[in-house]
């Protein structure tokens, strides 16, 4: 994937992220907020928005399935 493609999926997820803490929904993001990087830093490298996108789409699935569990 070019960089391009990868802070534009970065900027989706985060998005994501945002309506999860607007809307109330249990989340925990410490691991993505400790990484220190946003999607518009797009002059940090190819490595670290991947690294973002992999840890936040883990906790976004994390969190989806938490939701799933809970409403059976």
Do not use: D, W
């Not at 493609?5 to 999860?20: G, R, T």
């Not at 883990?58 to 059976?72: F, G, I, K, P, Y």
């Amino acid at each position: 994937m070019k960089k391009e493609e990868l802070v534009h999926l970065h900027l989706l997820l985060a998005q994501l992220k945002k309506y999860c803490e607007e809307n109330g929904l249990e989340c925990s993001f410490e691991k993505y907020n400790e990484l220190g990087i946003s999607p518009f830093q797009v002059h940090r490298s190819k490595e670290e928005h991947k690294q973002a996108i992999l840890i936040l789409g883990t906790e976004l699935a994390s969190l989806t399935m938490r939701n799933h569990l809970t409403r059976r």
